[in-house]
């Protein structure tokens, strides 16, 4: 509006021929009909990088249960503990990429205590999520977060190569009872015949990091009338609570 009344006031104030008057009558009405563009204001894309927090205090704690099969002693061991994964600090790796020191304490079922088990580390790029566990770098995520991506989660090790895809992006997800608005499952590995069974998928939730992980690779007899397992492990992950 603020341009048609400078125009008014030119015309109202300036002595000027007919022709540029007619112009002025013109430009006018252009200026009632076809309004001034505005810019178009562009949001930032989510790329997905909040499903995998990086920030100083941020923890969660896990209830783990865990079973391994020992095919030399013929025994079955089950484990029941609690999980805590802390990112204590953060530094420079020799890359000068920002890392973070992921602190991992162990509570047993029957014990209150807490003691220190692991110190693993992270690193959250522009384009990916990298984790190393027990010395063993893994490739968690790429960026953006898409339906049909997949990678290979062995790029920084020297394991076969695992093709890793997305799964149910986005998608609530209950866990003990809660459930996550917004979660991407990841699936590392799922493949089963007479003698083996692997089993291998993570779900993320958005701004909480890993709630769930099912590990799962077991041998078993040949003869599908027995049912036993012979050797391997079976060990899940959830998630019980969380904050920064």
């Keep these: 509006m603020k341009y048609l009344f400078l125009i008014f006031v030119l015309y109202i104030n300036t002595k000027l021929t007919n022709h540029i008057k007619i ?13 001034s563009c505005k810019r178009e204001t562009i949001s930032p894309v989510d790329v997905g990088y909040d499903y995998y927090p990086s920030n100083v205090g941020h923890w969660v704690t896990y ?7 020992d095919d030399f002693t013929h025994t ?27 602190e991992r304490y162990r509570q047993w079922a029957d014990s209150t205590s807490w003691f220190l088990k692991d110190v693993w580390i992270s690193n959250l790029t522009s384009s990916s999520a990298e984790k190393v566990e027990e010395n063993i770098r893994y490739l ?24 890793y895809k997305y799964e149910n992006i986005f998608k ?4 003990n009872g809660i459930s996550y608005d917004s979660t991407i499952t990841v699936i590392q590995e799922i493949d089963s ?32 009338t ?3 397992t012979i050797s391997g492990v079976d060990v899940t992950y959830k998630v019980i609570s969380f904050g920064n």
């Design 23 to 35: 112009l002025f009558i013109f430009l006018f009405i252009i200026t009632l009909f076809f309004p």
């Design 63 to 69: 209830e783990v249960d865990s079973t391994y099969y």
């Design 76 to 102: 079955v061991k089950a484990y029941k503990f609690k999980v805590t994964e802390k990112i204590e600090s953060s530094f420079l790796d020799n890359q000068n990429r920002k890392t973070e020191r992921l």
């Design 140 to 163: 968690k995520l790429v960026f953006p977060i898409k339906k049909g991506i997949s990678w290979n989660g062995n790029s920084f090790n020297s394991f076969n190569p695992t093709d």
């Design 172 to 175: 609530p997800y209950t866990v």
């Design 193 to 224: 015949n007479l003698i083996y069974v692997k089993y291998m998928v993570e779900v993320y939730a958005k701004r909480v990091g890993l709630i769930y992980k099912k590990y799962k690779d077991i041998e078993k007899y040949p003869d599908p």
């Design 226 to 228: 027995i049912d036993s």
